[in-house]
């Protein structure tokens, strides 16, 4: 499953609700990150359930041109979202769109860096075996190889996110 800090292993659940009278209709889990080749098998399984009248939704993950030629096919009424719909509707135009603030661990935008950290001389690094102490007390491990940048030999050392998430020199 792709997400913004890259692929990671997980499901997709998808749940088919009836708006009217507020049932779900149908749940199911899936192995793929990809909603729209889960579109027809969820169709597939509601099949039964439809009317004459019924209107699916589905919001513009579902979209796709295989999905609504499908869906013209089978001769039932769809609204699927594009990717580019609030950029030609007009009600969008005066919208304010909501904004998530980043992950204070994930944002590596200039505000979301430090401005005050903590100097080389507080971590304890020992040379001859390679080794780093931040200055928590926490034993940091060694990321890579030692590295030439700008004329001197680099190494990286990375703490543990549960070492330091609950820091309380983290702030």
Do not use: W
């Amino acid at each position: 499953m792709a997400t913004s800090k890259g692929v990671i292993q997980g499901y997709t659940g998808v749940a088919t609700v009836d708006t009217n009278h507020q049932v779900i209709l149908d749940a199911q889990a899936y192995g793929t990150g990809s909603e729209a080749e889960l579109l027809l098998p969820v169709v597939a399984a509601i099949k039964s359930q439809l009317r004459d009248d019924t209107v699916l939704t589905a919001d513009a993950g579902y979209h796709s041109d295989a999905n609504l030629e499908a869906l013209a096919k089978q001769e039932i009424s769809a609204l699927i979202a594009d990717q580019q719909m609030q950029k030609r509707d007009p009600r969008f135009a005066t919208q304010v769109r909501q904004q998530v603030a980043p992950h204070p661990l994930h944002n590596k935008t200039a505000e979301g860096r430090a401005t005050a950290g903590f100097a080389p001389s507080a971590f304890t690094y020992d040379a001859i075996a390679s080794t780093c102490v931040c200055p928590a007390g926490k034993a940091l491990h060694r990321k890579g190889q030692s590295r030439i940048v700008n004329g001197y030999v680099t190494e990286q050392f990375r703490g543990a996110k549960g070492d330091c998430g609950p820091c309380a020199l983290r702030a």
